[in-house]
């Protein structure tokens, strides 16, 4: 029995054997028969390739961002003081504290030293006034502070009101001078006599007039440019230094204001609508000003004579400044239309103010033929100590230059370009202030604009074309579109401005002797006036005779340096009513002469106007 289950057994064990082993064949045959699916397994690299890129970004931003950290307090209870905690166990509502204080921090201590006083002081060198030095006082308590405001009110004040009241009495002065005049030594055909500007002064000794204007609204006002002595006097402190002065024709007695300025002037204007300002070119090539509204206090006082004479600095000098005139300036004349100078002649009669007419512009010509642009400003602020970019403002000055722009002549048609040229003179159109005509050693004169390209014509010579110095240009100032030019060899050309031929030429007018000045009569449209080297006045008068002089007039007490006319109201509409065309006539010796033109060429003839222009018409 043992025997059969033991074969039994055996025989299921090699059954179940085969079977396991029939099984493990049947399925590696069914495995041999799947597919892979490639589509499923590149989505899973791309799955992972996407996770493993954002993981890396994470990281990569992880390193860059930083959170900030911010705290703040839940709960903050401050701990109970003893104090606090006593009141709050023991206290009751009519319970009071008492304390006492016994003033132990208190403490006082004697010492011997005196504390130290501390103050700022400026000054600047060389000191050439009161306004070179200066600084910060003590601190002044309220009461002070308060009496000084009202002495700087009281101070402008009676500045204002002295300047009101000096020009009532100019006026006044002006009234009661007519017929004051001294006669003429002899017959002079165009003068009713002069008055001279008395010259015997120590500081202007061996001085003569090299320039002079009058002013173009208050016709009693004249800035005249004295040369400078041969010889430097040591008790003369301004024997070395240039020389201006303002005069009043109706005071001839003594000048009214003493310009000086460090080098020598060769020319000179005044502001155009007031006689607030005085400009002077130099012989170095720079441009000086002079506020005359300024008070002598802030200029130093010298005794001549056994006088006190107030000597002025300028407010405001180009001399070291860059950009500015590298030789002589010969002209100067500020750009003012015609019709706003008439409008400045108007008022000039209805108000007394002294601050109008400071913003205008100014030009200048110097020797080597640059014209230079420039405005006139007024400083609302001026600074006691100077200022630091404008070097060449004084303390305490109001006025000052800025160049705008610059003209250069130097390629004229008529020259070879290795020849430099030489200007002697300027004047600005007065129908165009924007037309410039200037007068050179070529014979030509240059006519350019300011503004807006060139005009024609671009010179004006003569027939001949012969070089020669032209010494000065005049404008018709009743608005005939002509000028003359005085010529250094006697010559005298009328043109018309739109043809650069002359009118008439008068080649004899002098004999062949230079021309120094030439002026159109501010009173007839067909007068005009010649001084030349010998001293000898002409006397022209186009509409009585064409070809030469009507009368000549020679001075022989000396060498005659100067000559210009005063603007006349009732001929041109500047001026003074009422007040006569005035001629100055300057010596070697210093003498100036004041003539009081006559009525024979001070007044107009019945439509002389018309007949001029009639005569030009006739001669074009």
């Not at 000096?166 to 002006?174: M, T």
């Not at 604009?449 to 074309?465: E, F, I, T």
Request: proline content about 4%; aromatic content about 6%.
């Amino acid at each position: 029995m043992a025997s059969e289950n033991q074969a039994m057994h055996s025989g299921r064990k090699s059954k179940d054997t085969n079977s396991s082993g029939n099984s493990s064949r049947a399925t590696t045959a069914k495995s041999s028969r799947s597919f892979i699916n490639f589509v499923a397994a590149k989505q899973r690299q791309i799955n992972s390739q996407v996770t493993e890129h954002s993981r890396k970004r994470g990281k990569d931003l992880m390193s860059l961002i930083e959170l900030d950290v911010v705290g703040f307090d839940m709960f903050d209870m401050a701990p109970v003081r003893e104090y606090e905690l006593y009141i709050k166990s023991f206290g009751r509502s009519n319970t009071k504290q008492a304390f006492v204080q016994y003033n132990e921090d208190n403490l006082d201590r004697d010492v011997q030293t005196d504390p130290i006083e501390n103050r700022e002081i400026w000054t600047q060198h060389p000191a050439e006034g009161v306004s070179a030095f200066g600084g910060a006082g003590e601190k002044a308590d309220e009461d002070e502070v308060v009496n000084e405001a009202d002495s700087l009110r009281l101070s402008k004040f009676l500045q204002k009101a002295g300047q009101a009241i000096n020009i009532l009495l100019e006026e006044d002065a002006s009234d009661n001078a007519k017929g004051t005049l001294q006669s003429n030594q002899r017959s002079i055909i165009f003068s009713d006599g002069y008055s001279q500007l008395i010259s015997q002064l120590s500081f202007l000794n061996e001085r003569h007039v090299v320039h002079a204007q009058f002013h173009p609204i208050q016709t009693n006002l004249l800035l005249t440019v004295h040369s400078t002595p041969k010889k430097v006097d040591g008790v003369n402190s301004l024997s070395n230094r240039g020389l201006l002065c303002v005069w009043n024709v109706n005071e001839p007695f003594r000048p009214q204001k003493i310009l000086s300025c460090k080098s020598t002037p060769t020319c000179c204007v005044f502001s155009p609508t007031k006689s607030t300002l005085a400009f002077a070119g130099t012989v170095d090539g720079s441009i000086v000003v002079w506020d005359l509204r300024e008070p002598s206090s802030m200029h130093m006082s010298q005794e001549y004579d056994g006088q006190e004479w107030s000597i002025r600095v300028p407010t405001f000098s180009t001399d070291g400044i860059q950009d500015t005139h590298h030789s002589s300036v010969v002209t100067m004349q500020p750009i003012v239309a015609a019709e706003e100078s008439l409008k400045a002649s108007m008022q000039s009669t209805h108000t007394n103010g002294i601050t109008d007419g400071l913003s205008f512009q100014l030009a200048s010509l110097e020797e080597q033929g640059f014209i230079h642009f420039s405005v006139v400003i007024e400083i609302d602020k001026p600074d006691l100590a100077g200022s630091e970019s404008d070097l060449g403002l004084v303390p305490s000055g109001k006025i000052k230059l800025i160049k705008t722009s610059s003209v250069s002549l130097t390629t004229s048609p008529s020259r070879g370009l290795g020849d430099a040229m030489k200007a002697f003179h300027m004047q600005l159109s007065p129908l165009d202030p924007n037309q410039f005509f200037v007068a050179t050693d070529s014979g030509h004169i240059i006519h350019g604009a300011r503004h807006g390209g060139k005009v024609p014509p671009r010179l004006y010579r003569d027939h001949l074309d012969l070089p020669m110095d032209i010494v000065q240009i005049d404008f018709s100032p009743f608005g005939l579109p002509v000028f003359l030019i005085a010529c250094g060899d006697g010559s005298i050309r009328l043109h018309n401005i739109t043809t650069d031929l002359p009118v008439i030429t008068w080649n004899n007018s002098t004999n062949g002797i230079s021309i120094k000045n030439i002026q159109w009569s501010r009173s007839r449209p067909s007068v005009f006036f010649v001084m030349d080297e010998a001293s000898k006045v002409y006397v022209w008068e186009l509409l009585e005779n064409d070809g030469a002089p009507v009368k000549t007039e020679q001075f022989t007490h000396a060498s005659l340096t100067f000559l210009t006319l005063s603007s006349d109201h009732p001929g041109s509409g500047r001026g003074q009513p009422n007040r006569r065309q005035e001629m100055l006539i300057t010596d070697a010796k210093g003498a100036m002469d004041v003539h009081r033109i006559n009525k024979t060429f001070s007044r107009s003839r019945e439509n002389e106007l018309n007949d001029m222009a009639q005569l030009l018409n006739n001669i074009t």
